[in-house]
């Protein structure tokens, strides 16, 4: 590895865990400045407006929240990274174990949305390229005008209506067939007995959190009826997610292509006498894919958001279903945990795009 | 004529697009110039014909509810709906979209038989006034703390971008739902909260102005004449860093009504009886898909709404040439 790229590196994962860092701040701050006294802090933690007195002087004691304000913090900040983000109010579990378990199924909706949403971008934006300033062009940038300012709710209602209920090609709601009965848990961790005491407990929330969507426990089970009925019930919800976003990425995809037509090597390549589809797509849609690269995180961060209204339209109860409940139940500690958690998920999406466009432009990395 | 030139009539650019430079060239063009341009493309003036619309529409229905409210009575707030939207009348329950009683069931009615027409013009002035109040007061927030910052440098402007970074590596509307559920479902709360969260995209992009407008020959000339800082700021800074938000603040309103809708929708903000746009849509769930039109008719206002500030943005992006940076 040369020094450079290590350099890149290293400046990458100081700036992430700063922001991190800035971001617990910055919700430490708002929490504090809307609820200033031990009082109302500890309604919050409490989850329910009519808490009794004593009730709230147990949590002010147990929390420290009549201690001062930098040493809450210290706190606060140690607690999240020991992954400690309070007891949910419904059910009565740590978050963590809660969110572990509900934060894969969404992120396997996520990225499939994201992927179908790269891949529908790509191709309507490289087209729309190719044919500038031609009905094409117009008629995809009428689209994406119009699906990027949808709801994301209208969206999924519209899908719903005529995907499933109408032509049935695709089951309307749910996380696979409920009929089937769900994958076994992957039980007997024969790996474990390697690893020291302490770590046993963490690595087994870890492969529970890892084999809880339902594709890979399906996989993991060799349920292949399961897994099927699964592809199934994801396809709508992704499809949803990928079109309210992927005209961001149409619009990038359009500029970088124009710009790439416009280089010397690809005059070059029409001059030696190759097609013209294979210069547009091979030639320049290798070099403009890549500022594609700075966009996954900002994909990311809006379809996250996304899908919690998404999972809330089709029952699939991943993290985003479990915000609406939260939001309806007043659990302030589950609704704090998660907009960490989604935060902490945002920048290290943030530094993986980082990663793979020093790793895909390797000027990034001289700078 | 053709299918080509139909399409490039309704969809294409209209006319000449003027280049960058006549904006650059000075203030003179202003508002005159935009208009001009935005009448002269078809679909742009059909976008702005809607918009000025929804706004009156806003400005004259929300006048009636506000005096309505001030006075006691608010049956002034329906005085000019097809009907009350919010007395129950289970008679009409569900009633599909048809053109009897024209105009109260041309969008159906919901479980309570409450006409979704009324309850939609019911509910505009609270979109409107949430698109203009965080747009503008993200505006003028990020205007001021991010021109000193620009301007003077230094920690504050260090602090600045920090604190941004941290608001900007959220997305807006996990951080909304956390900021209102906080302070209390509650039309006022979500109003804080948008607002709390839409001005750090503002503040850097009139750091970057400023960043770039300080070293600059009027600037560097002013200075030199023993102009104070804060004259400075207010004389040159300012004017000349407003012109090209616009077009961003433009494309911003859309957003602003998409990320209420969607807390409305989550059941954040205004509680029933009132009607919400977002909430009418997600109350109709339930009775989700053989009452389709409780749920998507909110949806499809949402989204012409929405597509008209979109479409008048983009022109205007185009018009300044190239996109923002910020």
Redesign the interface.
Known sequence: MQISTLIYLVRRVINAVVTLLLLIFLIFVLVHTIAPTPVALARIYCGSPHCPPAELQVIIQQYGLSLPLPVQFAHYVVNIFHGNFGTDTLYKVPELQVIGELLPITLELVITGLIFAVIIGLFTGSLAAANRNNPVDYTVKAVYLVTWSAPVFLVGFILQLFLAYELKLLPPSGLANPTLGNPSPVTGYPYLSVVPQPLQGWLSGLVRAITSPPLIAAAVDGDWRFFVSAVHHLVLPALAIAITSFGVVTRLTRASMIDALDRDYVKLSFMKGLSKNRVVYGTAFRNAVIPIITLIALLFGFSTAGAVVIEDIFQYHGMGYFTVQAIYNLDYIAILAITIIVGISVIAANLVADLLYGWADPRVRLE | MG??EI??KF??YRGTIPTATVVKEGRLSGYRFYLDYLIKDKVAAVALAIITLFTAWSVVEGTLQYVGYATRHRALGWALLPSNPIALNFAASLHPPSLSHFPVYIFGTNFSGESILSRLLYAAPKDALAAYLVVFSGIIIGMLVGTFAGYFGGWADEVLM??T???L???????A???S???GSGYNSVLISLI?IWWPTYARFFRAQALSLKSRGFVEASKLSGQNSLMIILRHIFPNSVDPVIAYAALDF?NVI?TY??LA????GIQPPYPEW?SM??NG?PY??QN?WW??IP??V??TV??C???IG?RMQDLIGGRLTY
């Open positions: 299918v080509k399409v490039k969809l294409g920090r604190v970074d941290a608001f590596a959220l997305p807006g509307l996990v951080l739902i956390a900021l559920v906080l302070l709390l859309g998409l809708s969607t929708f989550l059941g954040i977002g849509s997600s769930l989700f898909p389709w749920s998507i949806g499809l949402i989204m929405v597509v500030f979109t479409l983009d």
